[in-house]
């Protein structure tokens, strides 16, 4: 499949299409042809470093909502030896916007739980765009109950725009679905890793993303709110998507710095989606190793450290000697 | 300076300096026009006497007088102050916005937490100042909620929570966000600790805090006609150009929904309270 260019691409996109056009050239032509072709390739792969090296944080933006952007059933099919997807919440139906399932990850079993988007038009409408409703994290909460039983990590993959705005999932109690889930994974006595491969969009993201570990890709991006909304409720214009994108400080990057994110998972040159194999090992590398350490904690400290990491979230100030 | 204004008591006067509501003596009530007399609004606990409507404009301290029994209360996390961790910038600075929230409220930020007594029985009673940014959600809120509930643990006393919140503040971004996280979390060690925990939904309770504390009572009461919902009645209407039922999100709705155990008169609230906190907790009834 030709890779899809965003707008800040374009100089790469010219180039690409430059070379794409020289092997259909190439059979017929007695000069250096595939010198040329490796000289615009190494121009190609230099222009796409110098390009990524300084991203502002809309075109990361862009980068995680990529349409070709690998997606939870896309690194799970790419990492786990075996998947076996289970379904519904028991009491309502089954929300395709979120996936989960029993897992072997190398040696052991786990249950893996992410948001999914759709590859195609079809596809998109029948994940809801990977906006999940209340069936969905009562799915999501189901599958870590379970996991808790049996004692099974638990790996969770966060991909969304946010939870889904509609009537019925409010009817259903969305609020209560999401706020049911922070409730139960906060003392959920398994290990959760937590990955953020894509768009964190919000409590819609949080839902599943209570956690002992949370990494995030490189060009992945992890809010309160998306750019667009938050452009318009405090700069009253969605033009200023990028300023509020920058002020947001939605990147894995400034997470890190900001002390709110455990790890940046590096991605290929030019992002996860030219390259989802090696983005794929690095992920499971990742995850491994985490659970690794979780691993060695008994129940009581892995709850004890979950609760004191959840409650040191926050900066403020506190005057003393009252 | 009015005469109205030179004869009224001195106490109305101070309160209303502080709070940001439209100055004046007489209001008129939102949902019937009716124009009210506001000391006897007050008295009233901003309940409309003609139509029961309950307003918004009742501030978080107020409340709290009102549903504690009178006497000394401890505020608690009253030092915990907002920093401004990111240096926010949109049309204006995040921290311009915050001192004059802070000027108009008189609050450092939008939740207050007291520790009292209902009816003799040792509560922690908080509520959210709707005046001080939409009673967003942010490091300080989260911050004094979950102090709050080290209390009750500690204390083993009950917690009661007015919520009335537009949701997480979107200028502290991911912190902001983290705090739904954090407040989940001490409720899910109160639960443990079997302690109770009343939460009463007031108009409006939306987003990041109906998604989190709100939500997560033993008991969920709310006030009548209460807006209550995950995403807001315009959004949902302007990104789904779905067309809204009658009485979309509101108490009776979400009653209807199962989202609540019950719809409370503010003006009952105190007393039906003490009489269910009485109840979880296997105490005598209250002496008539």
């Known amino acids: 499949m030709a890779v899809a260019f965003l707008d800040f691409e374009q100089p790469i996109a010219e180039l690409e299409a430059k070379i794409e056009e020289l092997r259909h050239v190439g059979s017929d032509s007695e000069v250096n042809i595939n010198d040329e072709i490796a000289r615009l390739q190494a121009k190609s792969r230099q222009l796409t470093m110098s390009i990524f090296a300084s991203l502002t944080p809309w075109q990361i933006t862009q980068l995680a909502r990529h349409p070709q952007r690998p997606y939870t059933l896309d690194y799970v099919s790419a990492v786990c030896r075996e998947f076996h997807e289970l379904h519904g919440d028991r009491m309502f139906g089954d929300d395709l916007a979120i996936v989960g399932g029993l897992a072997r990850l190398e040696d052991r079993v786990v249950m893996v739980v992410g948001h999914q988007k759709g590859r195609d038009t079809k596809e998109r409408v029948r994940r809801n765009y990977g906006m999940p409703k209340p069936e969905g994290y009562r799915k999501a909460l189901r599958l870590m109950r379970l996991a808790e039983r049996f004692r099974l990590p638990l790996v969770t993959l966060i991909d969304t725009p946010g939870a889904f705005p509609g009537v019925g999932a409010e009817e259903r109690g969305q609020c209560e679905a999401i706020a049911r889930n922070l409730f139960d994974m906060s003392v959920l006595g398994v290990p959760i890793v937590t990955v953020v491969t894509g768009e964190g969009g919000s409590g819609g993201a949080l839902a599943i993303g209570v956690c002992d570990r949370l990494l995030m890709l490189q060009y992945s991006t992890y809010s309160v709110i998306s750019p667009e909304p938050c452009a318009s409720i405090l700069w009253k214009s969605t033009d200023k998507k990028e300023a509020a994108a920058e002020a947001l400080g939605l990147t894995a990057q400034r997470l890190y710095q900001l002390g709110l994110i455990d790890e940046v998972l590096e991605e290929p040159l030019g992002g996860a989606h030219r390259d989802p194999a090696a983005m794929s090992v690095t992920l499971k590398a990742a995850v491994i190793h985490h659970l690794e350490e979780l691993e060695k904690l008994s129940v009581e400290e892995l709850r004890e450290r979950r609760s004191a990491r959840i409650a040191s979230f926050g900066v403020y100030t506190e005057e003393v000697g009252e | ?288």
């Open chain 2, 1 to 288: 300076m009015s005469w109205f204004e030179k004869i009224m008591p001195s106490r109305i006067k101070t309160e209303r300096r502080k709070r940001s509501v439209p100055e004046g003596l007489w209001i008129k009530c939102p949902a019937c026009d009716a124009v009210l007399y506001r000391a006897e609004l007050e008295r009233n606990l901003y309940v409309c006497p003609k139509c029961h409507n309950h307003m918004r404009d009742i501030g978080a301290r107020e409340r709290l007088a009102y549903f504690l029994d009178p006497g000394e209360h401890a505020e608690i996390g009253a030092q915990v102050a907002p920093e401004d961790a990111l240096k926010f910038r949109d049309s204006r600075r995040y921290r311009d916005r915050l001192a004059q929230a802070q000027k108009a409220t008189g609050e450092k930020d939008a939740l207050v937490v007291l520790a009292g007594t209902l009816h003799g029985l040792p509560v922690v009673a908080c509520a959210f100042e709707f005046q001080f940014l939409a009673g967003s959600m942010g490091s300080v809120v989260g911050e004094r909620f979950k102090r709050a509930v080290d209390h009750c643990i500690e204390q083993r006393c009950p917690l009661i929570c007015f919520s009335s919140s537009g949701g997480a503040r979107m200028q502290e971004a991911l912190f902001s966000l983290q705090q739904m996280a954090k407040t989940s979390a001490a409720l899910a060690r109160l639960a443990a600790a079997r302690v109770p925990y009343i939460s009463v939904l007031t108009d409006p309770t939306l987003g990041g805090v109906s998604a989190s504390l709100a939500m997560l009572g033993d008991l969920n009461l709310a006030e009548p006609r209460a807006l209550i919902g995950f995403t807001g009645p315009r959004v949902i209407e302007q990104t789904m150009r779905e067309t809204l039922p009658e009485g979309f999100q509101r108490s009776e709705f979400q009653l209807e929904h199962g989202a609540l155990d019950m719809i409370v008169d503010r003006r009952d609230m105190r007393e039906r309270i003490a009489v269910l906190l009485r109840l979880l907790l296997k105490l005598p009834p209250l002496a008539a």
